[in-house]
């Protein structure tokens, strides 16, 4: 089965399968990360999710790391109607100023609600000792401190989560399990069956083990001469426990593929029949333009979800994605192809080694160019002396170095001060 898209990406932030499985089970979230505050919870009452409204006082973040994060109403017990707001982040890699962050969008949040705040993080990073939960300073007699609650992914022993019965507790395995298995196809083939074979074993519904699929399938995404043999795998256990779920909901995607196809090949068959003329027939052109609309319809759907795929793996990995790369995953049209820019798209370390490997052969003058982008992306508008140091540099090795540090740099003027003693053009800027 192929990744499921969690959703299109935003205009404002960039979904996250970390963000979709919160929505889902956010009461179990709760209890499993943060006991204390599930009890007090009036659940009773419901929740509302304000991911929108948050959007506007928080926008692409400019502090580094890529992050879901959601904003909840809630009720307290024994408060009435009084509600207040969880403000909860899944960061998944280290972010130098990630406190600072959380303690800007506390307090924008307060200031915008006049509501008790209260701000969660999961840090779902690889550095053990990365343990992030305060932020504050002090001087001149004035001081200002913010504390929160945090769990560390890394913390939770495997086979503690492999008893619970929370839906969190499965999700946790899978985000552990791709770390573990960065670099082991083989290894992740199998964590990932047993992952899937455990939603059957604890009698899960069909829909709950549907959507633990996609966030595990997303996550755990396996290499092309693998995939198929997955497939094949949870067809046949499906076939043998007499539950078929997860190949029901293929089936039920390339219905809806066809569908569409039939739909444009319609109105592409009428056209195609009124050119061809009526001595060849109305309906002998229509019932062509439904065969190929079909057809067409499938396969240009295919790839359009596998580019989409390609890109939010990207976004999921490394939050803001240059506008040439998706340009460029864009242009491609071989499933092949692409499907091996998906699995790349979560192995490398960086965009600009990812740029490599599509075998986009940059050249000067595109080097140039794609350096300007992704700091411009990053920081906004550049200095024209800046952009002008860059047209001068005739070394393709030196554009290539540039656009790794492009890519990672956490400032503008760290990134002119890093080179400006070695590159040619810097020194006066």
Sequence with gaps: ?????????????????????????????????????????????????????????????????????????????????TWILIHLEVQSQYARRFAERMYIYHYRLFDRYNKRVVSFAILGDTRPKWKPKQYGYDLWGFKVKIEFPIVKLLDYKLNELEQSNNPFAIIVLAHLHSQLTKHNPDERYNLKWNLIRRLYERKFSKQKILSLFKFIDWLMALPPELEQSFEDNIAQYEEEQNMPYITSAERIGIKKGMQQGIEQGMQQGMQQGIQQGIQQGMQKGIQKGIQQGIEQGIQQGILQEAREVVVENLQYRFGEVPPFIVKAVNKQNKLTKLKKLRQQALIVDSTAQFIQLMEVEPGLQTARKAVIQVLKVRFGELPLTLVDAFNQIEDLAKLEMLLEKAVTIESIEKFRKDFEADLTGFKNL
């Excluded at 990744?3 to 932030?13: C, M, R, S, V």
């Excluded at 399968?17 to 990360?33: G, H, N, S, T, V």
Aim: proline share 5%; glycine share 4%; aromatic share 16%.
């Design 1 to 81: 089965m192929k990744p499921n898209l969690i959703a299109k990406q935003q205009t404002d932030d960039y979904d996250s399968p970390w963000k979709e499985a919160i929505e889902e089970y956010f009461e179990d979230c709760m209890a499993f990360f943060f006991p204390l505050a599930h009890a007090d919870i009036d659940w009773q009452k419901g929740y509302q999710f304000r991911d929108k409204e948050f959007q506007r006082i928080a926008p692409k973040s400019k502090l580094g790391g890529r992050y879901a994060d959601k904003l909840i109403e809630v009720y307290r017990k024994n408060e009435g109607n």
